[in-house]
């Protein structure tokens, strides 16, 4: 199985910080990559597909990027409706994985 | 908009089937793919399985000798079940519609498939005990 480690495994930040995220594969998953945000006691919500486009919907403060092994979700200016557990998911190759998340939290 | 609506009992006992539907309505279920995800308490997502509008299917070799996921158009439903059960199968259960996109790959001279998840449900606690 691939598998995708995130980084950090938590931070914490204040309203309008820029905050990054980073998910690195084991191996090249080529811009097979998703983003998605989950709040306690809710569904994940998806962000981003195919390691950069926006779901309809999303504001554009978030954006992604990454190729190969090394992706990197990012909040230009954070929000507080975007204190959450962010996860990357991989769908290069079956079985479909996720890395196990991380929290941003408030500082 | 499609909504996506688990049910099923929260309770199994170990050595017996989970059973879940996940009903789609404001949507057909005959063009998309369809997917289960778990989450046990406290922990990340895991990926079980999902099955086509053709009726193909894609496991989690984690689970695979004791999965099945069907679909019913005729309802608009489509179903997981998992079978000899343990404690380590208790988890939320959340159903999702999956997007098939296609992208051509210049240098291979062909088209590859990505897949990602849109919409879910909003899942349902299934727990483990006797």
């Known amino acids: 199985d691939i598998q995708m480690t995130q980084s950090p495994s938590s931070l914490s930040a204040s309203v309008g910080d820029r905050v990054t995220i980073t998910c690195r594969a084991s191996?090249?998953?080529?811009?097979?990559l998703n983003w998605y945000q989950q709040k306690p006691g809710n569904a994940p919500k998806l962000l981003i597909y195919?390691?950069?486009s926006l779901q309809s919907g999303v504001p554009s403060r978030f954006s992604g990027s990454g190729s190969g092994t090394d992706f990197t979700l990012t909040i230009s200016s954070l929000q507080p409706d975007d204190f959450a557990t962010y996860y990357c998911?991989?769908?290069?190759?079956?079985?479909?994985?996720f890395g196990r998340g991380t929290t941003v939290e408030v500082k | 908009q499609v909504q996506l609506q688990e049910s099923g009992p929260g309770l199994v006992k170990p050595s017996e089937t989970l059973s879940l539907t996940c009903s789609v309505s404001?949507?057909?279920?005959?063009?998309?793919?369809w997917t289960w995800i778990r989450q046990p308490p406290g922990k990340g997502l895991e990926w079980i399985g999902y099955?086509?509008?053709?009726?193909?299917?894609n496991y989690n070799p984690s689970v695979k000798s004791r999965v099945t996921i069907s679909v019913d158009t005729s309802k608009n439903q489509f179903s997981l079940r998992l079978s000899s059960v343990t404690a380590a199968d208790t988890a939320v259960y959340y159903c999702?519609?999956?997007?098939?996109?296609?992208?051509?790959?210049?240098?291979?001279?062909?088209?590859?498939?990505?897949?990602?998840?849109?919409?879910w449900g909003k899942g349902t606690t299934v727990t483990v005990s006797s």
């Open positions: 998911q991989q769908n290069y190759i079956s079985p479909w994985t």
């Open positions: 099955i086509s509008y053709t009726g193909s299917t």
């Open positions: 404001d949507g057909s279920i005959d063009t998309y793919y």
């Open positions: 191996q090249s998953i080529s811009t097979y």
């Open positions: 195919f390691s950069s």
């Open positions: 999702a519609r999956v997007v098939r996109g296609k992208e051509y790959n210049a240098p291979t001279s062909g088209f590859y498939y990505y897949y990602y998840m849109d919409v």
